[in-house]
């Protein structure tokens, strides 16, 4: 018998694995630095944060650091000054991975896909005439990734406005939440470490996650 070829994983897969994986490491080490750095980070310029938000722009869309997590930081350091920003990088971000994406050979993968797996084809058909909609509910749950929800809707052929737009509206409630939590913070310690402290945080987090799961199932649920 002839023994058969190793499996080969696609690029895209070995990076979304990455950027559930990665986040993890850089958070740490993050939260760490951070809790040590208090003083200065407090005593950092304005226009330091500016550039330091470019930075993270970039890694945010390499999955370095989750934007989320940057809106607890921005938050207890900035309070509600640091909105403009987290927006600025969350369409940033947003747009790299876009850009990035052309690079992954998207076409060619959503075609192959569509040729093994026939209701992948079906599947894209109804995403197309429903992107706003889909990318609003998937970016509004607390719980998915933030790069790999990008990543992946770059990879189905999304339109790039849709994708800014539905981005944008998702990404409002957990960024306002994460600055508010940031901001009511009385330590960076505690807040780091325990990011979804507080009745009210657990609340509006559960409802997030219902919400988007419900909007989410309706559209699969949805018939032609």
């Known amino acids: 018998m002839e023994e058969s ?19 993890l490491l850089t958070t740490s080490l993050l939260t760490a630095w951070a809790i040590n750095h208090e003083k200065m980070l407090r005593e950092m310029p304005f226009e330091w944060w500016l550039g330091i938000t470019l930075a993270l722009t970039i890694a945010s869309s390499l999955a370095l650091t989750p934007p989320t997590f940057v809106a607890l930081v921005y938050g207890y350091f900035l309070g509600w000054s640091s909105i403009p920003m987290l927006f600025g990088m969350n369409l940033g971000a947003i747009a790299l991975i876009y850009i990035s994406a052309r690079y992954l050979h998207a076409t060619s993968i959503r075609a192959h896909l569509i040729q093994v797996y026939p209701q992948v084809g079906t599947m894209l058909g109804r995403f197309y005439k429903n992107e706003l909609r889909l990318i609003f509910f998937a970016k509004l749950s607390p719980v998915l990734p933030f790069a790999i929800t990008n990543l992946f809707f ?3 052929g999304a339109r790039f406005k849709q994708v800014l737009a539905g981005g ?4 409002i409630p ?25 009745l009210a945080t657990k609340i509006i987090l559960i409802v997030l996650i219902i919400v988007s799961t419900v909007g989410i199932g309706y559209f699969f649920k949805e018939k032609k």
């Not at 944008?168 to 990404?171: P, S």
């Not at 939440?177 to 470490?193: F, H, N, P, T």
């Open 154 to 156: 770059a990879m189905a």
């Open 174 to 198: 957990r960024t306002v939440l994460a600055v508010w939590a940031g901001k009511e913070a009385q330590d960076i310690r505690y807040l780091l470490e325990h990011p979804n402290e507080g």
């Open 168 to 171: 944008t509206l998702g990404m």
């Open 5 to 23: 070829a190793p499996k080969r994983f696609s690029l895209p897969v070995v990076i979304s694995v990455l950027m559930t994986v990665v986040p």
